[in-house]
Structures are given as C-alpha cells and as structure tokens.
C-alpha cells in the first residue's frame, strides 16, 4: 500500500452480530500503527473507538498518521475506514523499553498457582457441544408433547454456528465457571467471569504481532461480563437482550516478548451498567501469575422495552 495506508485482507462477523468482530479490528489496526514505528519501541498502550457496524464484504482501509516521534515514545493514530466513512479510530502509543526503572504490583493481585490448570477444564467447544446435545434433547421432548420447538430450533441453529467459529477461531479457550453458557452470557447475576486462553498454534512472530493476537483475544466475551451481570440472554423470557455493541476498548501492556500460545488467565468485572451502557475491566495474567496486561472497554447493552404506550397502563 502507499506511505502509512494499509488495507485488511479477511473481516470475520460473529454469529449474532451486527458487524465486523471488533477484537479483528483493533488488532489489524494496531499492526497498522506498529509497521510505522521502529522495532525498538514497543506498543504500551491502545485506546480506540467503534463508530460505525464494519462490513465483512468490503475491505478496510487504514489510514495511519503520525502524531509524535521522540526518543522514548512514539504515538500514532489510525483512522479505519469503509466507503469513505470512518467506522473506527485507535490512538496507539510506542515506548523504548527502561528495565532499570524501579516497578511494584498492587495488593489485589490475583494468586493464579491456586485456581484449576487448563489441562482439567472443558474446552469452549466441548462446553458448546455438550449444550447443543441438551437442547435436543429438549426439541425431542417438546414434540413428543405436541408444542412448538421453533424457539428451540432457532437455538440450535445459533450454537451450532457458535460452534463451527469456536473451532476454527485463532484461540483456544477454557472457562473456569462451570455454569458458563454459549448464548452470550456468563453466570446470571455473577458480575465477573475468568478463563483460561491461548493461541492454538505457535506463533512465530515479532512482539508487534504478538500484542495485535492480544488485542485480537481480549474482545472475546468482554461484554458478556456485563449481560452476564444483569441476568440477560438474547434468547430467553423478559427482560430480553435486544443489543450488545462495544463502544469503546483499551488496552495496557505490561510486558513485552510475550507468548500467546502459553496458557494465560483471562479475568473480567463489570463494576457497573445503567442507561443502556456498561463497563467491564480485564486483566491477562501468565500462568506464573505475571501481570500481563490490563483491559478497559464500555459497551451499548440493551434489553427489550415494553413498548405499550404510557395512557394504556
């Protein structure tokens, strides 16, 4: 491409979604920024915006400008665009790494040694598999009965295609909560969830790559922290989620040379929602305990309004 303009070459749309997979988005344009940057500087942090649904059937042009260039930091901003409009922007700052600086660690930090390795845990797509049998097991009874199964039906359809993306995505996931569930929510009620992740195959990669895989995996199931919270589902009885769009996501890099195809322990909160809005922070520990990275993002969550008018009541 010309001087600072990059183009994607694959989008992927979720099952159930409006558009492109954001996570897909902020890793193609922080990549964008890091091919901009000497090697030596080292991507620390990412703050971006969803503006605009991304359309899988058109390209995505990434316009990057550079906004500083000093010895230790360089700050670039990426404006993604589709048919001439901006549907997402990323401000990303460099930094050459001080070793030497002094460092601490909050007293909140997560023992991860105490909670259940991977190797004991059931894989999202088994997870997946085993709720597709239960669903029909489900549709089985509810026509031996003579009712309807179209809700159902519908259900299955939707795991099922959860499933065949689940299989051949990028990262290999493995939640920790038993009661996890694959229709877009985590434990009802339950204001935070954790799994363990991974990349399924090696990655043979400088560090820039390697973080874009992050920002990639850290979209996985963020916003469901807060549906999850909020006891909401997109196919269940009332209050039924109509929409759950992330606004906005940043990221905070603590360590570099990192290496996605270890196992990494993904944990999420949500510490509050109101007016149709929620927010969730996230943390990526290594399997030692290390502090990876942090995650902040603020999301669109919806439910369904009675929309009987007010004089009726």
Same mark, same amino acid.
């Given at each position: +491409? *010309?001087?600072?303009? !990059?183009r994607?070459?694959?989008?992927?749309?979720?099952?159930?979604?409006?558009?492109? !997979?954001?996570?897909?988005?902020?890793? $193609?344009?922080?990549?964008?920024?890091?091919?901009?940057?000497?090697?030596? $500087?080292?991507?620390?942090s990412?703050?971006s915006?969803f503006?605009?649904a991304?359309? /899988?059937? #058109?390209p995505?042009?990434?316009?990057?400008?550079?906004?500083?260039?000093?010895?230790?930091y =360089?700050?670039?901003t990426?404006q =993604?665009?589709?048919?001439?409009r901006?549907? !997402?922007?990323?401000?990303?700052?460099?930094?050459r790494?001080? /070793?030497? $600086?002094?460092?601490h660690?909050? /007293? *909140?930090?997560?023992?991860?040694?105490?909670?259940?390795? /991977?190797?004991? #845990?059931?894989?999202?797509?088994?997870?997946?598999?085993? %709720?597709i049998t239960?669903?029909n097991h489900r549709?089985?009874?509810?026509?031996?009965?003579?009712?309807?199964?179209?809700?159902?039906?519908?259900?299955?359809?939707?795991?099922?295609?959860?499933?065949?993306?689940?299989?051949?995505?990028p990262?290999?996931?493995?939640?920790l909560?038993?009661?996890y569930?694959?229709e877009g929510?985590?434990?009802?009620?339950?204001p &935070?969830?954790m799994? %363990?992740?991974?990349?399924?195959?090696?990655?043979? =990669?400088n560090d820039?790559?390697?973080?874009?895989?992050?920002?990639? =995996?850290s979209?996985?199931?963020?916003?469901?922290?807060?549906?999850?919270?909020?006891?909401?589902r997109?196919?269940?009885?009332?209050?039924?989620?109509?929409m759950?769009?992330?606004?906005?996501?940043s990221?905070? !890099? &603590?360590?570099?040379?990192?290496?996605? &195809?270890? %196992?990494?322990?993904?944990? +999420?909160?949500?510490? %509050?929602?109101?007016?149709?809005?929620g927010l969730?922070?996230g943390?990526?520990?290594?399997r030692?305990?290390?502090?990876?990275?942090?995650?902040?993002?603020e999301?669109?969550?919806r439910?369904? #309004?009675?929309?009987?008018?007010?004089?009726?009541?």
């Open positions: +491409m *010309d001087t600072d303009l !990059f994607s070459l694959r989008l992927w749309i979720p099952a159930g979604a409006r558009g492109v !997979f954001g996570g897909q988005v902020i890793a $193609q344009a922080s990549l964008a920024a890091a091919k901009t940057v000497p090697e030596e $500087q080292k991507m620390h990412l703050h915006y503006i605009l991304g359309n /899988p059937d #058109l995505i042009l990434y316009q990057v400008e550079r906004i500083r260039d000093g010895k230790s =360089a700050t670039r990426v =993604a665009k589709q048919r001439g901006t549907i !997402f922007t990323i401000t990303c700052s460099f930094h790494p001080e /070793p030497m $600086q002094p460092h660690l909050g /007293p *909140d930090h997560l023992d991860v040694t105490k909670l259940t390795p /991977p190797e004991q #845990l059931k894989s999202e797509e088994d997870r997946i598999q085993q %709720w239960q669903v549709i089985e009874k509810i026509k031996k009965d003579g009712g309807d199964s179209t809700r159902m039906e519908k259900l299955h359809y939707f795991l099922k295609m959860k499933l065949e993306e689940t299989v051949v995505g990262m290999e996931v493995k939640p909560d038993e009661s569930g694959a929510s985590g434990i009802s009620g339950e &935070h969830r799994f %363990w992740l991974r990349s399924r195959a090696p990655i043979r =990669a820039s790559t390697k973080k874009a895989l992050l920002a990639y =995996a979209d996985l199931h963020l916003m469901g922290t807060v549906s999850g919270a909020l006891g909401l997109f196919r269940t009885t009332k209050p039924k989620l109509s759950m769009v992330s606004l906005d996501h990221m905070w !890099f &603590h360590a570099n040379d990192l290496e996605p &195809h270890e %196992w990494m322990l993904y944990v +999420m909160e949500s510490p %509050w929602s109101a007016n149709g809005r969730v922070n943390k990526i520990y290594s030692e305990g290390q502090l990876l990275l942090s995650v902040a993002q999301g669109m969550v439910v369904e #309004l009675d929309k009987t008018p007010l004089n009726k009541l």
